[in-house]
T-cell receptor, first 115, second 114 residues
Framework: AQKVTQAQTEISVVEKEDVTLDCVYE???????LFWYKQPPSGELVFLIR??????QNEISGRYSWNFQKSTSSFNFTITASQVVDSAVYFC????????????FGTGTRLTVIP | KAGVTQTPRYLIKTRGQQVTLSCSPI?????VSWYQQTPGQGLQFLFE???????NKGNFPGRFSGRQFSNSRSEMNVSTLELGDSALYLC?????????????FGPGTRLTVT
């Protein structure tokens, strides 16, 4: 069975600090997809990134970067030079079935950026 | 391009009643998924519809049902409401190809059962 663990329940950082959000997953499938979503106080989940299990290349998008390591079943998310607008709950999610859109979410990490 | 819309945004119902929530996906998207978010259980997958057919179903009782129309709009219904059904219900649509793409979520319907 699949499992996504986000061990960090809450993190607080001071503005401009870097912060890494951890995500560890479990799956028996060799083909799977990993996602990160942001949920600001408004409640709407905002898609950040999708990565399939065959693509271990790290990705950088502006101040955001993702480190995917199959050897440790981790898909960590780093925000560089954090800003107050980054304050939100961040969810890591896993989908095991190609062609299906049922995401299994972690419990989320609440990030607070203090000005 | 308009995003995913959900109606109503807020709803208050009494135990035992039934409720219908609506979701309009992004134009051209054929897959619609529903999720329930509660403080205790987090985000849980309810079901997915693709081209008017239920393609996947989560582990929820039969009181939770859904359907999708030919224009890809979807509704979910909860019958015989229980206090534990109080939650934020999120709808998401994804790309027209139907493969595992990023899902775009709506703002949700917050249901309160009293």
């Amino acid at each position: 069975a699949q499992k996504v663990t986000q061990a960090q329940t809450e993190i607080s950082v001071v503005e401009k600090e870097d912060v890494t959000l951890d995500c560890v997953y479990e799956t028996r499938d060799t083909t799977y997809y990993l996602f990160w979503y942001k949920q600001p106080p408004s409640g709407e989940l905002v898609f950040l990134i999708r990565r399939n299990s065959f693509d271990e290349q790290n990705e950088i998008s502006g101040r955001y970067s993702w480190n995917f390591q199959k050897s440790t079943s981790s898909f960590n998310f780093t925000i560089t030079a954090s800003q107050v607008v980054d304050s939100a709950v961040y969810f890591c999610a896993l989908s095991e079935e190609t062609g299906a859109n049922n995401l299994f979410f972690g419990t989320g990490t609440r990030l607070t950026v203090i000005p | 391009k308009a995003g995913v819309t959900q109606t109503p945004r807020y709803l208050i119902k009494t135990r035992g009643q039934q409720v219908t929530l609506s979701c309009s996906p992004i134009s051209g998207h054929r897959s619609v998924s529903w999720y329930q978010q509660t403080p205790g259980q987090g985000l849980q997958f309810l079901f997915e519809y693709f081209s008017e057919t239920q393609r996947n179903k989560g582990n929820f009782p039969g009181r939770f049902s859904g359907r999708q129309f030919s224009n890809s709009r979807s509704e979910m219904n909860v019958s015989t409401l229980e206090l534990g059904d109080s939650a934020l219900y999120l709808c998401a649509s994804s790309s027209p190809s139907g493969t595992t793409y990023e899902q775009y979520f709506g703002p949700g319907t917050r249901l309160t059962v009293t």
